[in-house]
Nanobody, 121 residues
Framework: QLQLVESGGGLVQPGGSLRLSCVGFGFSLEYFAIGWFRQAPGNEREGVSCINPSGGSTNSADSVKGRFTISRDNAKNTVFLQMNNLKPEDTAVYYC??????????????WGQGTQVTVSS
């Protein structure tokens, strides 16, 4: 069974950090572009960051540039999202998704179940 599993979410104070992980089961993430998306209550899902299969090209939403960093460890079949200087507006459910191609090749093929990130004092 092909599956993506996210972890690392939680409650953090403004200015804090979290690192999200996205692990692939049943397939190798090495050949997929992996994107992180988020959805807050009442809002549409938005793309946060994405990394291409080579790992040499990434892109991020303007709202997280300079604060979030995406990376991949193919040996661990995992993609990470390091989130620093978190703000209350970053509160959302975060999802990872995989596409057999590049970041711009919608629609994505596989989605995880999501992990909740809450930024609050």
């Amino acid at each position: 069974q092909l599956q993506l599993v996210e972890s690392g979410g939680g409650l953090v104070q403004p200015g804090g950090s979290l690192r999200l992980s996205c692990v692939g089961f049943g397939f190798s993430l090495e050949y997929f572009a992996i994107g992180w998306f988020r959805q807050a209550p009442g809002n549409e899902r938005e793309g946060v960051s994405c990394i291409n299969p080579s790992g040499g090209s990434t892109n991020s939403a303007d709202s997280v540039k300079g604060r979030f960093t995406i990376s991949r460890d193919n040996a661990k079949n995992t993609v990470f999202l390091q989130m620093n200087n978190l703000k209350p507006e970053d509160t959302a459910v975060y999802y990872c998704a995989a596409v057999a191609g590049q970041c711009v090749d919608y629609p994505y093929d596989y989605w995880g179940q999501g992990t909740q990130v809450t930024v609050s004092s």
